[in-house]
């Protein structure tokens, strides 16, 4: 797979305190390449996820919700619509061997999940307004493999491990040119890279009013 082209070239892009998608930066395991790679001429990246909450009643005792309990989360849906390049279509960015690097035609083909990390790099503006100490904190690394990170910019890292595709669809237009490629991809976890292993029943969280947090007043701390 080739990554090397201008159609890669990277450009500038604004110093605004609202996310803008052109500091989305997506990596994943590109064929025959043995690491991560950011994933160019892509034109949607979004995810998505969903949980049920049932509410519990008792009887006898009016219209009223006793306790709200969430149930299992599903595990987190992520779109990605992509250019088709003659030497990288969808199937190599996410480091199956099909189009000039192997075999690989249809989902029936994939035997190995693969992993997604997507880094929100910082704007210069909210970067040096950004409070020092939280600087060092888990959920903020530095950007890598890009020229943010000599810069000194960070970045917040999410990472979706063990994605597998369970849609894949290909536009040829009639009256336009360009080809998409449309994929939807489940992944089996997601969480901070560099917070690995604090995931567990005493997660800080938030919300937690025996934490010095404020929470809900349906659990009061006095």
């Not at 890669?8 to 025959?32: L, Q």
């Not at 937690?208 to 404020?214: G, H, I, R, T, Y």
């Amino acid at each position: 797979m080739e990554t090397t082209s201008y159609v890669y070239k990277e450009g500038a892009t604004p110093n605004t305190r609202a996310v803008v998608s052109s500091k989305n930066k997506i990596w994943a395991p590109a064929a025959a390449q043995n690491q991560l790679v950011q994933i160019g001429v892509m034109t949607t990246f979004g995810t998505s996820e969903s949980r049920a909450v049932d509410p519990l009643r008792g009887v006898g005792y009016g219209d009223q919700v006793a306790e709200m309990v969430p149930s299992a989360t599903e595990p987190i849906a992520i779109s990605v619509e992509r250019t088709m390049l003659y030497l990288a279509n969808m199937f190599q960015v996410f480091g199956y061997e099909g189009g000039i690097d192997g075999m690989v035609r249809s989902l029936k083909h994939h035997r190995w999940p693969f992993d997604i990390k997507q880094e929100i790099v910082f704007s210069e503006l909210v970067n040096n307004e950004f409070p020092t100490a939280k600087r060092l904190g888990p959920t903020l690394p530095l950007a890598t493999g890009s020229r943010a990170a000599r810069s000194g910019i960070f970045a917040l890292v999410t990472y979706y491990e063990a994605c597998w595709i369970n849609d894949h669809s290909v536009d040829y237009p009639s009256e336009g040119t360009a080809v998409a490629e449309n994929v939807s991809i489940v992944a089996s976890d997601v969480y901070d890279p560099n917070a690995d292993g604090e995931y567990d029943e005493t997660l800080n969280g938030g919300n937690n009013p025996f934490n010095d947090q404020l929470g809900s007043d349906r659990f009061p701390t006095t």
